[in-house]
């Protein structure tokens, strides 16, 4: 079984090595193990590493449990690091966010 943080060491790694193959499977494993507890730090390395797919799917899932989420710490930590992107969160959330969760799933399946 794979942790969300050793698929992220995992991610960056396969980045540096140029290998796409494992990038995917990374970036799904990060996603299967998406909850309340890792869709912050997941969005964080996201958005460090520009992987707009992965940012999205943390985005939606962050919004379509708004509530968990906003009460956790790693809340709390996201905007003492990034206002920027605490409040992007909250953007989502005002559109919709679980469209946006939604779409990323049935994109992610068809590749």
Do not use: F
């Not at 919004?63 to 992107?85: F, G, K, R």
């Amino acid at each position: 079984d794979c942790s969300p943080e050793l698929a992220g060491r995992l991610l960056t790694t396969s980045e540096a090595l140029d290998v796409p193959s494992l990038q995917l499977w990374c970036e799904r494993k990060l996603h299967a193990l998406l909850t309340p507890e890792t869709a912050i730090s997941t969005l964080i390395l996201a958005e460090e590493r520009g992987g707009m797919a992965l940012k999205s799917a943390a985005l939606g899932y962050a919004a379509s449990n708004y509530e968990t989420v906003t009460q956790s710490s790693s809340w709390q930590h996201l905007i003492q690091v990034s206002a920027e992107l605490a409040t992007e969160v909250l953007k989502v959330i005002a559109v919709g966010g679980k469209q946006q969760y939604d779409a990323y799933k049935e994109g992610l399946q068809r590749r």
